[in-house]
């Protein structure tokens, strides 16, 4: 690894933990700012869009020959709130322990990532690399929350010039060492589509001092949370988890419950995840109930959290809502806004292949393994805008797994230096490999 860009991607990670941009409220400008400050020192043009003064995007472009395809490397400047009390460091210090790790929101998601992009970028600028094709930097507001349409949605809507071959974006990239000795490198090729619902339990209100009156809704909505939450989905392999069964040497036509133990016995990593990689998930999260304490509700509802896989439907959920709830407690549900997500990339391009001749380089006998990631990403919104073959790739090696996942969205977030060195490394070659 080269030491002076690993201390570079640092220094520059660390410069924009420090900036609080948590969302809500986001206020991401001061955190695009300091990509902006740090590209234009190093001869990169680029512009701020943004729809709030507060929450701008950044766009940043190395020009290509016009030989080529164009690439887009993405990282979003926002991050989720994080409550000091909580952490053994304070989350926006970016304080470097002496065992090489800097602490702060954002380290794992997805600061870093954003950190290494710019310095891909500057790096290959001031080297003097002419890309084939346009190289971008694309840095978005508003992932985490989504709602205030200033981030991707917005900012592919209003510049149709971002249009671009190929994209680069969060997720994927973990280094796994399987049980049979083999190392593979994870290369995120969709995600999920989200479909949230309300579930309403149908009662009878009365005067909570004689409980007996009316029908309360809160225990039979308690009784329905518990159908939900035994409840288990039909299980189905959609293309990409189909490919990751194969590159395991999993047999993916046999029964799935045994697909999904082989992947298990092979790393940890697979038995999290394989039951939400092989169908709808339905997560009981937001109560409502009486209110006023003294009032036994006629009505109570649960929030639930739906994930589905790409190409269910809005029938594919009620269908596994229905059999999961019966028909024995009075209910009803609406779904709460239309499916967001749920878009894949196909394999066998030659983004796809850079990819695996950098891992192969840096890592000699590593392979790719496709997946799906259970949750969403800003890659939806540019597949779905430009039909833009995007990919989650960002290689994770030092920091172990445990503390990069335990730290995402939760306390104590942290990441070794070295991991921004593998990454900026690996990223430069990707990008020579597919734009040179």
């Known amino acids: 690894m080269d030491t002076a860009l690993r201390d570079e991607a640092v220094e520059l990670m660390r410069e924009l933990v420090r900036v609080d941009s948590s969302n809500p409220p986001g206020r991401e400008t001061p955190a695009a700012l300091v990509v902006q400050a740090y590209l234009e020192a190093n001869g990169v ?11 701008a995007n950044l766009v940043a472009r190395l020009p290509g020959r016009g030989t080529g395809p164009s690439l887009a490397l993405m990282g979003h400047t926002d991050v989720v709130p994080a409550d000091a009390q909580d952490w053994a460091r304070p989350p926006f210090a970016a304080e470097l322990d ?8 954002g380290t794992c998601d997805m600061k870093n990532e954003l ?5 891909v970028i500057a790096h290959l600028a001031r080297t003097g690399f002419q890309p084939s094709g346009d190289l971008l930097l694309i840095s978005q507001a508003d992932e985490e929350d989504g709602t205030d349409e200033v981030g991707m949605p917005w900012l592919l809507r209003e510049r149709p010039d971002l249009r671009c071959d190929y994209a680069i974006d969060e997720g994927g990239g973990t ?22 619902a309300t579930i309403t339990a149908l009662g009878e209100a009365g005067h909570a001092s ?22 288990r989905t039909r299980k189905r392999l959609v293309p990409a988890i189909r490919g990751m069964v194969e590159a395991l040497g999993v047999d993916p036509d046999q029964d799935l419950d045994v697909v999904a133990a082989q992947c298990a016995a092979l790393h940890p990593a697979f ?4 039951e939400a990689l092989l169908g709808i998930t339905i997560a009981p999260t937001l109560l409502t109930g009486s ?3 003294n009032v036994l509700p006629g009505r109570a509802s649960v929030g639930v959290d739906c994930r589905i896989l790409p190409g269910d439907t809005q029938d594919d959920l009620e269908r596994e809502l229905r059999a999961a709830l019966g028909d024995d407690v009075p209910w009803e549900f609406r779904f709460d806004q239309g499916i967001t997500g749920g878009t894949e990339s196909a394999l066998g391009t030659p983004l796809h292949d850079a990819i695996a001749a950098a ?11 496709p997946q799906l990631s259970t949750g969403f990403t800003d890659a939806a919104f540019i597949r779905q805008a430009f039909g833009t073959v995007a990919y989650g790739f960002w290689p994770l090696s030092v920091t172990p797994l445990d503390v990069y996942e335990n730290g995402m969205h939760n306390k104590d977030e942290r990441i070794h230096v070295d991991d921004l060195g593998i990454a900026t490394a690996m990223q430069i070659d990707v990008v020579t490999r597919l734009l040179g």
């Open 115 to 119: 950190a290494t992009r710019a310095v």
């Open 175 to 196: 280094r796994l060492e399987l049980a049979d000795g083999r190392v593979v490198y994870t290369l995120q090729v969709g995600e999920k589509a989200t479909l949230p």
């Open 271 to 274: 038995a999290v995840e394989m």
């Open 210 to 231: 004689i409980p007996t009156l009316g029908r309360n809704a809160v225990p039979m909505l308690a009784e329905l949370i518990r159908r939900l939450d035994a409840h």
């Open 291 to 293: 209110s006023a304490r």
């Open 359 to 369: 891992v192969d380089a840096h890592d000699p006998g590593a392979v790719l393994v």
């Open 45 to 55: 043009a680029c512009e701020l869009v943004a729809r709030d003064p507060d929450r």
């Open 98 to 105: 002496d065992d090489g790790y800097v602490w702060g929101r």
